[in-house]
């Protein structure tokens, strides 16, 4: 994914509370909508590329490509929003509710990551293929 190569925006705390004392404009918010679907896109593009440099055999596990598979769609769903730089005039409103909505459609999908990551590495563990992986594991 060419989004992989992009860099994850780094905001400090006080960047936040900067944005959060502006008045609660169309714009604002059409500005805080464009940079959660351009920012989300990137990460999950990071996150799938990190999946995929992990050994074979660990996506071969069914919960393991779950997870990679619930990324990807994430993804696709990402991409399907049309940019703010597509839009017309007065869609502002339309692609803050399209960007609202996809990401609490993720945010669903992604509730139970951790858990099914967990039963995962588990059942491989249980099976002895994490062996010797573990010293590489920060």
């Known amino acids: 994914h060419k ?14 509370a900067e944005f959060g004392r502006r008045r609660h404009t169309e714009d604002a918010r059409a500005q805080s909508c464009a940079f959660v679907h351009s920012e989300g896109s990137v990460r999950l593009a990071h996150m799938i590329s990190e999946m995929h440099s992990l050994p074979s055999f660990m996506l071969e596990q069914p919960l393991l490509h779950r997870v990679h598979s619930w990324y990807v769609d994430s993804f696709k ?13 007065g869609d502002s409103e339309r ?12 945010l669903q999908r992604h509730a139970p990551v951790v858990t099914v990551m967990g039963h995962g590495l588990k059942a491989l563990y249980v099976k002895g293929q994490l062996s010797g992986i573990e010293d590489g594991v920060t």
Do not use: C, G
Not at 3 to 16: C, D, E, G, V
Not at 77 to 89: G, T
């Open 95 to 106: 692609y803050a509710q399209e960007v609202t909505t996809t990401v609490n459609r993720i």
């Open 3 to 16: 989004y992989s190569r992009f860099h994850i925006t780094r905001l400090a705390l006080s960047k936040y």
């Open 77 to 89: 769903d990402m991409m399907k929003v049309e940019p703010p730089s597509a839009l017309k005039d």
